[in-house]
């Protein structure tokens, strides 16, 4: 067990509609990571958070966007879904920014939609 | 061009086997060498992380990193079914404060008795 807690773990909604995933970090860790993982592009880095401010985006869409909580948990809202929004999403946390920090993931949660 | 090259496999092998994982980059700038394992439904996990030429050992894992080729092999010695899995290179870089951590598209492997 990581000690990184997603929830839920599996969402089945309707195009055009708003999801929200939440994140729990490992205690202690600062920072909070998305990513996306689908069966054609593999893991994809969505955006990061260290204590609270957003520190780097990637490749996410702009109907998309997170934010991360002074309790340090993050959610990721998702909307006016697509069917190719459909994937795996996975939250990673680290203590601090450094390089050699390693990223610990959650399980993810899995999105369908339909 | 991705920035980071792996061959999704599958790969099937016998226990006991020798597995060599391997993965090519773009950029001469990744500072950081890692592989993830990931088991089917779960998030992915590190397993070997590395940052300078050469190889490093832990175990059965031997993380080897060729930077002047642009290359990084993870080889299993005596594979085992528990080693089933799909296994991640990733390469970091440490920019502007920030780490941007690239992850190869997994190869799956698969281990049988």
């Known amino acids: 067990d990581s000690g990184v807690t997603q929830t839920p773990k599996h969402l089945i909604t309707a195009t055009g509609q708003r999801v929200t995933l939440r994140c729990s970090p490992r205690s202690g860790d600062l920072s909070v990571y998305w990513y996306q993982q689908s069966l054609d592009q593999g893991l994809q880095f969505l955006i990061q958070?260290?204590?609270?401010?957003?520190?780097a985006k990637g490749n996410i869409l702009e109907r998309f966007s997170a934010q991360q909580f002074p309790d340090l948990h993050s959610e990721l809202n998702l909307s006016s879904l697509e069917l190719g929004d459909s994937a795996l999403y996975f939250c990673?946390?680290?203590?601090?920014?450094?390089?050699?920090?390693?990223?610990?993931f959650g399980n993810g949660t899995r999105l369908t939609v339909t | 061009q991705k920035e980071v090259e792996q061959d999704p496999g599958p790969l099937s092998v016998p226990e006991g086997a020798i597995v060599s994982l391997n993965c090519t980059y773009s950029?001469?700038?990744?500072?950081?060498f890692m592989w993830y394992r990931q088991y089917s439904r779960k998030g992915p996990e590190l397993l070997m992380y590395t940052y300078s030429s050469g190889n490093k050992e832990d175990g059965r894992f031997t993380a080897q990193v060729d930077k002047s080729s642009k290359y990084i092999s993870l080889f299993i010695r005596d594979s085992q079914p528990s080693d089933s899995a799909t296994y991640l290179c990733a390469m970091n870089l440490f920019s502007g404060g920030y780490n941007k951590l690239i992850f190869g598209a997994g190869t799956r492997l698969a281990v049988h008795p």
């Open positions: 990673a946390s680290s203590v601090n920014l450094g390089p050699r920090e390693p990223l610990h």
């Open positions: 958070y260290y204590n609270g401010e957003e520190r």
């Open positions: 950029n001469s700038a990744f500072q950081y």
